[in-house]
């Protein structure tokens, strides 16, 4: 290769920026604001792999009111098997009032590259109670708390299900109103922050074609943006 004066100038010039500051790393945004199209194509893997499991199948139904054009989705430092990352984010919660008894549900919906997320960890999480719905819950995989991970490329789909290790789930004070939400049945939502760790040790694949019979993942305790909808006693 011919090296003019102009280019060797050039690279000198580029070396001395790069050790003047320019050398700064840039990662991945701590928190992203999704367009029309990623919301619509997060919904659409999730509605793929939610009916895969009776405990999530109603995540189809109810993730559109937390991941739709405009939501915060936040950066995790999750660490997984499944791919490198990085993943983004986002809690749901609900909570439900009855006569004499209550229950709430909590979930963590994380996945790999918004524009076009192939990988998801969706970890559940169920408490009940005789007052006031719980506002948290922590137990062992297959008890109070469930674990999935999925892949997902175009019509390939391939499942994990979390069979050892621990979750926890703590609601945060809700907030404002969720915009644009149209109530019924008395049902509210607010905007509600989730804290939420994990320690996947094994996860068995139960679907799809042959990766890895075998995933973990784990997560240190994590605050990440959501939604919290609250359903009245009947």
């Not at 840039?26 to 199209?37: E, R």
């Not at 679907?207 to 993942?217: E, H, K, L, N």
């Amino acid at each position: 290769m011919r090296f003019t004066r102009a280019s060797v100038g050039l690279g000198v010039s580029s070396l001395f920026a790069l050790g003047c500051g320019s050398d700064k790393v840039v990662g991945p945004a701590s928190q992203i604001t999704l367009s029309a199209a990623q919301a619509t194509v997060l919904m659409n893997k999730i509605g793929q792999f939610a009916p895969l499991h009776n405990q999530i199948a109603w995540l189809a139904d109810s993730a559109n009111l937390v991941i739709k054009s405009g939501s915060q989705v936040d950066l995790i430092l999750v660490s997984t098997n499944l791919a490198p990352g990085p993943f983004y984010a986002v809690g749901l919660q609900r909570a439900v009032q009855l006569t004499g008894s209550s229950f709430s549900t909590f979930n963590l919906i994380a996945f790999d590259d918004p524009s076009n997320p192939t990988n998801f960890i969706v970890i559940d999480g169920f408490n009940s109670g005789t007052g006031a719905p719980p506002t948290s819950t922590s137990g062992n995989f297959d008890g109070p708390v469930n674990g999935y991970l999925f892949h997902v490329d175009g019509s390939t789909l391939a499942s994990w299900h979390a069979a050892l290790g621990t979750a926890t789930f703590t609601g945060g004070t809700p907030g404002g109103a969720c915009s644009g939400f149209q109530s019924s049945a008395g049902v509210t939502c607010a905007l509600s922050d989730l804290t939420v760790s994990f320690s996947i040790t094994a996860a068995f694949q139960d679907a799809g074609p042959p990766v890895s019979q075998t995933a973990q993942a784990n997560l240190a305790s994590t605050s990440v943006s959501g939604i919290l909808l609250s359903y009245p006693a009947p």
